[in-house]
């Protein structure tokens, strides 16, 4: 039986309840289910998934086989979901966010990506049960989401250099070796740093210079180190955070990545002239020549974009203080 019967055949599961399924009591909720996220068995995960939520929860578990995150979660909220359960990366999150933007439906993450940066910014633990339990004992937290060229965006827009590293590592390494792939992709990619124009608008101001990459985070995990110019990202402050990195070559490029990993993990802002950062709601940058888009890790085309804030746009599911 290959992998994909495998996990159809799983879930599927009784309409029927037994004697001691109280599905009065259980909440209703969609289960969205990306199989191909992530290095871990997806039928294995499946199976994990139920044991901890079907007691209290009754799923409707919906592969994202040939229908996108995106049509999942809105034909579920359409339907009266109590609530929507994204199983995958950031990019699946990213792409079923989009039909609870502002409903107050609880979204629950089960991160099984590559980065789960998403995840690693709200503290959901990156364990499949773990973040099964933070489902059912955590709290509904209102966070900021942002549209990027009408697309929701959880993380984090990229371009330039990070964009060019999350086209050119190749699917079957990021499998097999996680970050390490992205990482032996922006070392090769060092050796010829490209710079372009870019155009940065706000309302309040607009900056224009060479750089090599520009990076405009709603949140971000440590080890997105481009987005730490300002330093601690706020998910829930109402901006967005944009990085520019301007390096004039290969070794001034190696310090400025220093410096934004140590800011990431230290929550203090780099103070380097060829880092420039800033805070706002709205922002669109343009760049000559075009230069490619990353959304949420996932390729989206090319600039220009405009990136606007939506604060407390969703209710995720978070661990609870104690």
């Given at each position: ?40 068995d997806p039928v294995e995960d499946l199976v994990a998934i139920r044991e901890v939520l079907e ?164 949140s971000a995990a440590p080890t997105s180190i481009l987005a730490y110019g300002p330093a601690g ?90």
């Amino acid at each position: 039986m290959d992998e994909e019967v495998a996990l159809h055949s799983r879930t599927k599961f009784s309409a029927l309840p037994n004697e001691n399924d109280k599905i009065m009591t259980r909440r209703n909720a969609c289960l969205i289910f990306n199989p191909s996220a992530g290095k871990g068995d997806p039928v294995e995960d499946l199976v994990a998934i139920r044991e901890v939520l079907e007691p209290q929860i009754k799923l409707d578990i919906r592969p994202t086989h040939d229908i996108s995150a995106s049509e999942l979660a809105h034909e579920a909220v359409e339907s009266g979901a109590e609530m929507i359960i994204v199983s995958g990366g950031d990019g699946t999150v990213s792409s079923a966010a989009q039909a609870v933007i502002n409903t107050g439906i609880p979204f629950g993450i089960i991160p099984r990506g590559t980065v789960n940066a998403f995840a690693q910014a709200l503290g959901i633990p990156t364990e499949v049960k773990n973040a099964c339990n933070t489902i059912l004992a955590g709290i509904p937290r209102k966070v900021d989401v942002a549209l990027c060229n009408g697309k929701p965006m959880i993380v984090l827009t990229a371009i330039g250099f990070e964009a060019e590293i999350i086209k050119q590592t190749n699917k079957k390494a990021k499998k097999l070796f996680g970050m390490l792939a992205f990482l032996g992709t922006g070392i090769k990619l060092l050796r010829h740093l490209d710079s372009f124009k870019v155009y940065v608008e706000t309302e309040e101001q607009t900056i224009n210079l060479s750089a090599s990459a520009v990076t405009i985070a709603n949140s971000a995990a440590p080890t997105s180190i481009l987005a730490y110019g300002p330093a601690g990202v706020i998910i829930d402050d109402g901006l967005l955070d944009v990085t520019i990195v301007a390096p004039i070559n290969r070794q001034n490029a190696l310090f400025a990545a220093y410096h934004l990993l140590r800011s990431g993990f230290t929550g203090t802002a780099t103070n380097r002239d060829d880092i420039q950062h800033l805070r706002t709601k709205r922002v669109r940058v343009s760049t000559e020549p075009l230069q490619k888009v990353a959304l949420d890790g996932d390729m989206n085309g090319n600039t220009p974009v405009e990136i606007e804030c939506i604060p407390g746009g969703l209710t995720v599911l978070v661990p609870s203080s104690e």
